[in-house]
């Protein structure tokens, strides 16, 4: 694929605790595939979904955590020009809410100031064993400066919407920053946060 | 952490350095259950790099070391059946000595010195200032004029092409200026551009100096990934090879170092090292020019003219020098910023590093080396991504109180955990630190000397450009004495706080690590103290904060001198002295190929771009986009590197 395929590249980078179904909504996303073939992920770095949004092309890389997560032991580099973050939870799991507070110590640590955060409710097709709710996801993210979303992977409620929305924020931030810039600086992703030792690898 | 660990392996690897994270990478790779483990909670082991405050808590653990009482014996003694013996391992790190720590910024203490936080986007009492660096991106096939001639080093690998993307006009003069700085990377959207800029905007040309506290350095504090070793990448070293062949280069970045120094008779001067260098260097004379650049295109292919050097084999590659007519600066150039060798080392082997030096020049840019942004830590990390992508399983803060030895076999068969849990595997591979003292009581350790610098200017002011990634090897003082290298990073290295530099020495030790390195650092830098401020004549930069450490370098011990390791125990060891990474990454490769003999070491994975679904592409029109400007970006064009300075030795 030639850098003239896309107007726009990004990273989106995911995060939360093993078991919320993170894997499983970059797979409905990226192959509208439920549930993942287990062992399917083993070898696969990140998926890329290239979308249209009002006539431009916008390439998605969308990164997963490689299951470093299980043992809270997520490399550094993960988070390294990531240009968005979506931190998942499981909206029938208390106790992935309860760590949300932990994964922004990472993001706070590791990430760029810049990265753009989406939290997300996933599982909402397992409704009546809801052990979070969505008040409180709302006042959490608000606090936190977050975008907040209910997902469904499995019904495939708001997934598209999920990174849709994510790639035409990013599009604004990118447009954003070039006019603060007031020059023609770079927008983020355009094919510059990958070390140009792979390049041979994104033609 | 209701997730239980698995207790099944192949490989069960303990410690996350670099040699250990290559071998874990290339196992998984390779279709092994791997569990990679490390005691630690950060990765890296002593390859680690730290923000300021990590660095802190790092030091102080290590402090403490000493006054640390052995735990009674533990729990595990009633795992170990009566067929089996249990191999412990050791309870605390020793492989750090002697630290000492300064500090001569300011201590007045602000109210709040805190590390800044990455929550609140943008603090306002911090300005943020445009992205001011070069950015690259790659491109096809634009670069790089491939040659098919045996010296074709411009050329990396067949299509990788790089092109520069010049954000201002203060950057295409800085550029011409260093001669194609080519490989410095930005990511987009982190980078420089999200660094904020407590102080105010220096201007190059006046030479008002910042004053910065130790309570901004806290406070920015995040910004630094200060390196417990300092290395670089040679352009054609191992490791590249490595990063390149495995894909491990997609998880890094890295920068090229900019310039070559040299430390004679009381002075820092830029090394030229390049055909563009040499032509432009005002130090030397034109005389100087040519028989230098002779010189250096005679090394390139030695070999070839064995009438040259033959009669000096038995002489030291410093009386050799005297012979070709090279004047005394060319000479301590030549010896030791191209070559970097000892004076007493022979001709061969120092026509062997100079023409090393040479062919790694040009790959990447004007000097032979590259420094990935955010620290050498990253690199054993990347692996670690890797292997953990093909199923590795990894857990840090994860401690084994023994390997346990079939009696019968004499195999290792299993570990214990710090929980009491028996982890089973055919294969094991230890770091060297984590051996007990009855392992190795028969090793013979070197020693490392380390200094970390944190200062406010660079060694070499220029005015073109802040932003300079520098290397220098000071000679020894004394006989006896080692060289030590310096190795000077700017704020877009992702190292350090915008307006510092990061000074790292390294050195292979005779004494401790300040009596090796104070009288360098004495000779290159000021303590910062308050009265100094004002003399206008101060010229060296200022010492803000300055540590000492020795590290254990347990590189190139002989596994039999270890005390009863199974044959199924394999031994990595901690960074060595060199500047290059060459030891770990050879290290790792023997390894694997003695474990594996047949499998292949860190193939290619397969591209990500190959699994595509494109699937049917829904419109997302009904998305609220419409308040989107619709303008095409004038950055997406194609913005061509303006006449590259590729004059490199080898055309």
Not at chain 2, 37 to 51: I, T
Not at chain 2, 548 to 556: A, E, K, V
């Amino acid at each position: 694929m030639s850098m003239e395929d896309y107007d726009f590249l990004f990273k989106i980078v995911l995060i939360g605790n093993a078991g919320v179904g993170k894997t499983c909504l970059v797979r409905r996303f990226t192959q509208g595939l439920f549930p993942p073939g287990q062992g399917a992920t083993i070898g696969v770095d990140f998926m890329i979904k290239t979308v249209e949004i009002n006539g431009e092309k916008v390439k998605l890389q969308i990164w997963d955590t490689a299951g470093q997560e299980r043992f809270r032991s997520i490399t550094q580099s993960y988070y390294r020009s990531a240009n968005a973050l979506i931190l998942t939870y499981d909206i029938t799991c208390e106790e992935s809410f309860r760590c949300l507070p932990e994964w922004l110590r990472e993001i706070e640590q590791y990430a760029s100031n810049k990265v753009i955060t989406v939290l997300v409710g996933n599982k909402i097709d397992l409704a009546e064993r809801r052990e979070v709710s969505q008040q409180r996801a709302e006042e959490f993210s608000e606090a936190q400066d977050m975008y907040y979303l209910e997902t469904s992977a499995k019904e495939s409620d708001n997934v598209e919407k999920l990174f849709l929305d994510l790639a035409c924020r990013l599009i604004s931030e990118a447009r954003q920053n070039t006019l603060v810039n007031n020059v023609s600086s770079p927008l983020p992703g355009e094919g510059k946060s990958i070390s140009y030792l792979t390049c041979c690898n994104f033609n | 952490m209701a997730d239980s660990l698995p207790t099944e392996f192949d490989v069960v690897i303990i410690g996350t350095g670099l040699p250990e994270s290559i071998l874990a990478a290339a196992c998984s790779r390779s279709g092994q259950r791997v569990l990679h483990l490390d005691s630690r909670s950060y990765y890296g082991g002593n390859w680690a790099s730290f923000s300021f405050s990590g660095l802190l808590s790092w030091l102080k653990e290590h402090q403490q070391n000493g006054d640390n009482a052995e735990e009674s014996t533990a729990s595990w003694q009633g795992l170990v059946h009566e067929t089996e013996e249990a191999i412990a391992l050791r309870k605390k790190d020793e492989t750090i000595e002697h630290i000492e720590v300064f500090c001569y910024a300011s201590q007045d203490m602000d109210d709040n010195i805190e590390e800044i936080s990455a929550l609140q986007k943008n603090p306002s009492a911090v300005t943020s200032k445009p992205l001011d660096s070069v950015c690259l991106s790659e491109e096809t096939n634009s670069l790089h004029v491939t040659s098919s001639e045996t010296h074709a080093k411009d050329t990396p690998k067949s299509d990788e092409e790089i092109s520069l993307e010049v954000t201002d006009v203060e950057d295409i003069l800085a550029e011409e200026k260093c001669c194609g700085d080519k490989t410095c990377i930005n990511t987009a959207s982190g980078g420089d551009k999200d660094e904020n800029k407590p102080i105010e905007e220096d201007n190059t040309d006046q030479p008002k100096r910042n004053r910065i506290t130790y309570s901004q350095i806290v406070k920015e504090g995040r910004r630094f990934n200060i390196d417990l070793v300092s290395k670089l990448l040679y352009s054609q070293g191992l490791l590249i090879d490595l990063l390149i062949k495995s894909n491990v280069s997609r998880y890094a970045e890295f920068k090229n170092v900019t310039r070559i120094l040299a430390f004679r008779e009381g002075k820092v001067e830029q090394v030229p090292c390049s055909r563009a260098d040499v032509f432009n260097s005002k130090e030397l004379t034109m005389v100087e020019k040519r028989i230098l650049m002779k010189f250096l295109t005679f090394c390139l292919d030695y070999e070839q003219h064995p009438d040259q050097y033959q009669a000096f084999v038995h002489c030291s590659f410093s009386d050799y020098l005297k012979t070709k007519k090279l004047t005394p600066n060319l000479q301590h150039f030549v010896l030791h910023s191209i070559a970097m060798t000892e004076s007493s080392c022979t001709t061969i082997d120092g026509l062997k590093a100079t023409k090393n030096f040479l062919r790694c020049l040009g790959r990447f840019g004007n000097t032979p080396f590259l420094f990935p942004l955010y620290g050498q830590g990253e690199i054993p990390q990347c692996f670690c991504r890797m292997c953990a992508v093909f199923g590795g399983i990894y857990c840090l803060r994860h401690k084994v109180q023994c390997l346990i030895v079939d009696k019968e076999s004499g195999r290792c068969k299993a570990i214990i955990d710090h929980l009491d849990q028996r982890i089973n595997a055919k294969y094991f591979i230890v770091e060297d630190s984590y051996l007990s003292e009855e392992t190795c009581s028969n090793v013979q350790y070197k020693q490392i000397s380390r200094a970390v610098l944190i200062t406010d200017q660079s060694i070499l002011k220029k005015a073109d450009s802040d932003q300079q990634i520098s290397i220098l090897i000071v000679p020894p003082m004394e006989s006896g004495t080692c060289a030590v290298r310096v190795t000077e990073l700017c704020s877009s290295t992702m190292t350090c706080m915008k307006d510092t530099y990061l000074v790292h020495l390294t050195c292979s030790s005779s004494k401790t690590a300040r009596e090796d390195l104070e009288s360098v650092v004495k000779k290159l830098f000021t303590p910062y103290t308050e009265t100094e401020i004002d003399k206008e004549e101060l010229t060296k930069p200022r010492l803000l904060w300055a540590l000492y450490f020795n590290m254990r370098d347990s590189s190139g011990i002989s596994r039999s001198s270890y005390n009863g390791l199974p044959s199924n125990v394999y031994v990595c060891s901690g960074p060595d002295c060199g500047l290059g990474n060459e030891h770990a990454v050879k290290q790792a490769e023997t390894l694997f190929q003695e474990i594996f003999p047949n499998e292949d070491f860190c193939p290619p994975p397969p591209n990500p771009e190959d699994i595509i679904f494109d699937g049917d592409d829904k419109q997302p029109e009904a998305l609220g986009t419409n308040n989107i400007i619709m303008a095409k970006p004038d950055s997406s064009e194609e913005n061509k590197n303006p006449e590259s300075p590729e004059n490199h030795l080898q055309n």
